[in-house]
DNA sequence: CCGCACAATAGGAACGTTCCAATCACGGCG
DNA sequence: CGCCGTGATTGGAACGTTCCTATTGTGCGG
């Protein structure tokens, strides 16, 4: 009966050290690979490791050096194939510069939001890397996270918070993008889907209004079709657009989910996208390139955008200013079927 | 000159305890819930809590512990709508239950897997949950994890390996599939897509098998089309299915992506996918709906199915005997427009 | 031949918790 | 009136590292 299983403590360093004859401090010393000690020493050091199958406890190592090795990965919603695409960008970075990141996927909510934050902070995570819930506010998220905690907003804006900004040049994007649209002789661009309570909205919105002022014509708010983000917004906010007195001739959306939504309101109308009404998404998500016309859309480059979030943070966690650390990225326009593009060169050739 | 950073040591238990003039241990037990404690001595710790903005350090905790709160949650591709469904189920009961994720991403990549396996060990996690990469095998994964860590293998068995398997049941939801093809008058039924490798595409070819001998038609290997789980794949899948003599009337997909690239080479060839030639996919992704046509395809609760690995694996984590831990999930038939029921069932009428 | 510099290794405190054993105050009971 | 049980609280060791400060051994110059 009884202790049969000897509460099997995992092996650490200083069982090494006794297999090896050494101290503690030098089988420190071989882990961290300081020339300081002796060739051979270090080889049966290292034979010992290998034989009993150790296994470096990096908690242990944190608490010492009070800074640990884990980054907070706060997503608004993984289920969105941008975002995870974000997330892969981030996660690979956070490997090669030697962090860990925690998950945390926030589903768009703001008490969520808050308690995983909180949560994450109990965790000792040397950083955050956030994409705010939408209804994030900076006043609440002074609450939450103190300012000396490392943190880097990603792709909506929170005004008035302190912390770097890392996102795509939103309003530069959608401008070249409808300005597409207008080169294409379009006259009557709409604007489909987004939620004002995103800065990504506001700022793609006013890229829009950019491009529109551009050309010399006058802004009409009737063009404007808030929706959800979503596939159902997006065919919704379509079908507001025809069933206008004098529909737009082109359809500028809020991203790719909602292009893709107005593209199939199209289609089940017998309407054929990129021939009868233009459409131009934002993001270029894998699925643009396969929807049904391809999407011309607004490429910000994701994954190398997560990368730099990762990278930017850990200058943060080293003690960088923040101030240097905001960041738009250039994006450029894709240009595929669902804008009219191809029809109109062939056309004119 | 210098030193006016004062090393900013974060304030902990003893501080609280120093604040409110207790010992350390009556204010571990405060934050422990502990009825031990007189309630106004209660108070006056709690209160010296939120004055200094004290947070709880769970790192040393578990330190002493030695079995931590982090999971490691190891996904093959992200970047897949069907494994980003599985992590948000996995993930957000992970929380519920007390325990944080550890995400990595292996991209597929054996080796990459093997470098997170030592990482995620490294870091102490209670316990894995894991959808092999493809490629991952019994032999080398012994060797990356001993037998001892709590460890989930999710939606990809690994033939050999001693830890529970949760996934769907892949064999009988393809028989459904398959047999609901062969009831709407298909004699010709494809498959299309699916890596050898992978036990899901065994389990799944083998349900299609099945269908097909249960109706007494006779199995004919060039109806099987092996390509990449991709949109691509699917595509050329279907391309070659149709290069056909005699092309099938109906294909079984390995997957929604699969079917969706195959929907899409049926268009673009001018034929109806549901009408013209019968597609039904796997995995239920929210892409299948919207589809177009939208998808026929199997549903298996992906995200239940992750809650149920994040449950199993915290049984495991407390001891449990991994033997009764294994499950395969009931899996349904969602009928929508790419099979043609909806076709034939109005022809009928 | 001694002391010394230097390379190599060892010892111990510290990190922030948990948990066990010990202590203390207090009232009731024999 | 002293003893003891109980409720409340405390001190200290332990967890597995790091890192600073010894301590040891060795060859060499004076």
Chains 1, 2 share one sequence.
Not at 86 to 115: C, H, K, S, W
Not at 139 to 164: E, K
Not at 283 to 298: F, G, K, R, S
Request: charged share 25%.
């Amino acid at each position: 009966m009884g202790d049969q299983k000897p509460a099997r403590r995992s092996t650490t360093m200083i069982d090494i050290a006794r297999a090896a004859g050494v101290s503690k401090s030098t089988v420190s010393l071989v882990l961290k690979g300081s020339d300081l000690v002796k060739a051979d020493t270090r080889q049966r050091v290292e034979a010992a490791i290998e034989r009993l199958g150790y296994v470096y406890n990096r908690g242990a190592a944190n608490l010492r050096a009070s800074s640990s090795s884990f980054v907070g990965m706060v997503i608004s919603d993984l289920t969105n194939p941008f975002f995870a695409e974000l997330a892969v960008g981030i996660e690979n970075a956070l490997y090669q510069l030697g962090f860990v990141p925690i998950l945390a996927n926030t589903n768009e909510d703001v008490e969520r939001q808050a308690y995983v934050l909180r949560s994450l902070r109990e965790h000792n995570v040397a950083g955050i890397i956030m994409s705010p819930a939408r209804g994030a506010d900076a006043w609440a998220l002074a609450n939450q996270l103190p300012a000396t905690m490392p943190t880097i907003i990603t792709m909506r804006r929170i005004p008035g918070s302190p912390f770097p900004y890392i996102g795509p040049d939103n309003r530069a994007g959608s401008r070249e993008a409808v300005a597409h649209l207008l080169r294409l002789g379009h006259r009557r661009v709409g604007y489909l889907g987004g939620d004002e309570k995103i800065t990504t909205q506001q700022e793609r919105a006013a890229g829009w209004q950019d491009a529109l002022a551009a050309a010399g014509i006058p802004y009409d708010p009737d063009l404007m079709f808030p929706a959800p983000p979503t596939r159902d917004g997006g065919r919704d906010a379509m079908e507001r657009a025809l069933a206008m007195a004098r529909p737009p001739t082109a359809v500028f959306c809020y991203n790719d989910i909602v292009a893709m939504g107005a593209t199939r309101a199209l289609s089940m109308r017998g309407l054929a996208p990129g021939r009868d009404v233009a459409v131009i998404g934002f993001d270029d998500i894998a699925e643009a390139e396969h929807n049904a016309p391809p999407l011309t859309t607004v490429n910000a480059d994701t994954r190398e955008m997560g990368a730099r979030c990762a990278e930017s943070l850990t200058r943060l966690i080293r003690g960088e200013d923040p101030a240097g650390l905001s960041f738009a990225g250039r994006t450029r326009l894709i240009v595929r079927e669902s804008c009219g593009a191809a029809r109109l060169e062939r056309k004119a050739s």
